[in-house]
Nanobody, 123 residues
Framework: QVQLVESGGGLVQAGGSLRLSCAAS????????ISWFRQAPGKEREFVSR??????DYADSVKGRFTISRDNARNTVYLQMNNLKPEDTAVYYC??????????????????WGQGTQVTVSS
């Protein structure tokens, strides 16, 4: 059973930074790309960022502020979030195992999800 565990969320003031981690186990980590999504109260889960062997992708709303990276030796993906804004407040999830025929930015195409970590940005 694939397991993804997020950590690193918390409460931060606007303009501050957080680094989220997604620790993966029980699958060949380096063979998968990993994505981050977020879901704010009352809103649909939205794509944030993705890292594969050859490319990085970001939502327009986080470009220039968030950086995704991975450490294959530790089976961990990181999301460095700088210059946080109140609108970044959400539960952040990592996901893996995109099913064939689905786009990476659509949340409903993934097989595996973590439990989420709360990020709250105060103004």
């Amino acid at each position: 059973q694939v397991q993804l565990v997020e950590s690193g969320g918390g409460l931060v003031q606007a303009g501050g930074s957080l680094r989220l981690s997604c620790a993966a186990s029980k699958f060949t980590f380096s063979s998968y790309f990993i994505s981050w999504f977020r879901q704010a109260p009352g809103k649909e889960r939205e794509f944030v960022s993705r890292i594969s062997a050859r490319r990085l992708d970001y939502a327009d709303s986080v470009k220039g502020r968030f950086t995704i990276s991975r450490d294959n030796a530790r089976n961990t993906v990181y999301l460095q979030m700088n210059n946080l804004k109140p609108e970044d407040t959400a539960v952040y999830y990592c996901a893996a195992g995109l099913r064939e025929g689905h786009y990476y930015y659509n949340y409903d195409g993934y097989n595996y999800w973590g439990q989420g970590t709360q990020v709250t940005v105060s103004s």
